[in-house]
């Protein structure tokens, strides 16, 4: 790591399988970097970094997470949440175990003093069929619920109009998904925890006409082109105390939702 960051990079994204388990490694980086990112099940708690920001991964309310994360995951996570010294933002990645759960689960988490949540839609490998990734199609009518929860809850949303263009497969995926295009791969370099490299965040078998990635939807929403709403969104996630500066819309209609809801 100190040798990528002399090399000029300034940021670490950590992720899979479970950074908690190798602490060191994630001091290391908050101290290297600029800023870190990492991903976490949530079930080891949240240590404190000082220039990064803990990426909650669940995958929807109590049962369906369990059933995709493993038993008791759920409530293990949520548990450490609630005493994490600088709420986490939650990640959910949508796919046909889930799908139906979306509205649901953003409900029940916007309950939670949480910074704000984002998606991923689950990318397969080329030779994985649609027996868990969504559809094109059924993306498209996810891609409109997930706009609708953003207008209803307001920035702790974190998918703006322009990201959904990048996914909306009449919109601009086409011009991005394949590997040569993909923006990310451009700018990220990708390392297994061996130190190798690899293809991509999801590894060299990715299948790019199915990407889902949220890293390459919010860059280009952000800058292809240029919108403000976007680059915001960025913005928080780099400098955690900027996220969802923005007032939370709508009744949550959640009995634990008043007064967690404030920004940070
Ligand atoms: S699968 Fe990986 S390389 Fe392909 S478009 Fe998505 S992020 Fe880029």
């Known amino acids: 790591m100190q040798t990528l960051r002399a090399s000029g990079l300034r940021a670490a994204i950590l992720y899979g399988g479970e950074p908690t388990l190798r602490p060191r490694v994630c001091r290391a980086a908050d101290e290297i970097f600029d800023a870190t990112l990492a991903f976490t099940n949530g079930t080891n708690g949240f240590p404190e970094l000082h220039n990064g920001q803990w990426i909650l991964s669940l995958d929807g309310p109590e049962d369906v997470n369990d059933a995709i994360r493993g038993s008791g995951t ?28 979306i509205d649901d689960f953003v409900r029940e ?29 059924e993306r498209d009518k996810a891609v409109e619920e997930l706009l609708r929860l953003r207008s209803r809850y307001g920035e ?27 923006p990310v791969t451009k700018r990220v370099r990708c390392y297994r925890s061996d130190g190798t490299r690899k293809a991509c965040t999801y590894g060299n078998g990715a299948d790019c006409s199915r990407c889902g990635c949220a890293a390459v ?35 949550l209609s959640h009995p634990k939702s008043k007064g967690t809801l404030e920004t940070d």
């Open 74 to 101: 759920y409530k293990q996570a949520v548990q450490n949440l609630r005493h994490a010294g600088c709420p986490p933002i939650v990640h959910m990645t949508i796919s046909r175990l889930n799908r139906n759960s």
């Open 109 to 137: 988490i916007l309950g939670l003093p949480i910074k704000g949540i984002g998606f991923s839609f689950l990318t397969p490998d080329v030779e994985e069929s649609d027996e868990v990734a969504l559809g094109l199609e």
């Open 156 to 182: 702790k949303i974190g998918f703006t109009a322009a990201m959904a263009r990048q996914l909306r497969s009449n919109g601009a995926f086409g011009q991005w998904n394949q590997y040569a295009k993909c």
């Open 217 to 251: 939807t919010v860059f280009r929403g952000a800058f292809k082109p240029f919108n403000l709403e976007t680059v915001r969104l960025i913005l928080g996630l780099v400098f955690p105390g900027l996220m969802a500066s923005g007032k939370q819309k709508g009744d």
